[in-house]
């Protein structure tokens, strides 16, 4: 019988209109650190995530692209984005139906970003 497949991380790729902007911001208003770059793509991580920034040129798509982010202790991270000012319009740190505890972030081009804690 052979191995099965196991699966290890999984890494979002953000649309970005200017892949040096996008950078900019996930390293000074999210506290990410840079982990490469190039004119057409770029890694970010924090912690034990990572996230790639692909450049796109249509401002459509990162408006309706998201992803979610599993963290800990979550109370200070939102608290540390609300000083910030990326926290979306219409989110706050609230508790789900599903068993979560959450908000979403918006980057400069759109792409939302739900931070959740499960509870």
Same mark, same amino acid.
Request: net charge negative.
């Given at each position: 019988?052979?191995?099965?497949? +196991?699966? !290890?991380?999984?890494?979002? %790729? @953000? &649309?970005?209109? #200017?892949?040096?902007?996008?950078? *900019?911001?996930?390293? $000074?208003?999210?506290?990410?650190?840079?982990?490469? $770059?190039?004119? #057409? /793509?770029? =890694?970010?991580? !924090? =912690?034990?995530?990572?996230?790639?920034?692909?450049?796109?040129? #249509? %401002?459509?798509?990162?408006? %309706?692209? &998201?992803?979610? +982010?599993?963290?800990?202790?979550?109370?200070?991270?939102? &608290?540390? /984005? @609300?000083? &910030? =000012?990326?926290?979306?319009?219409? *989110? *706050?740190? @609230? +508790?789900?139906?599903?068993?979560? @505890?959450?908000?979403?972030?918006? #980057?400069?081009? =759109?792409?939302?970003?739900?931070?959740?804690? *499960?509870?």
């Amino acid at each position: 019988m052979s191995a099965q497949a +196991v699966f !290890r991380a999984a890494i979002p %790729k @953000q &649309a970005a209109l #200017d892949i040096a902007r996008a950078v *900019s911001f996930y390293v $000074q208003r999210l506290g990410f650190t840079e982990l490469f $770059q190039a004119d #057409d /793509y770029a =890694g970010v991580r !924090r =912690g034990a995530v990572e996230i790639h920034l692909w450049l796109c040129d #249509d %401002k459509n798509i990162p408006e %309706k692209t &998201a992803c979610r +982010v599993e963290v800990e202790n979550i109370e200070p991270l939102y &608290a540390e /984005y @609300q000083g &910030a =000012g990326v926290i979306h319009p219409h *989110s *706050s740190l @609230q +508790v789900t139906p599903w068993g979560t @505890q959450e908000f979403t972030i918006l #980057d400069l081009d =759109g792409n939302g970003i739900t931070f959740f804690e *499960s509870l």
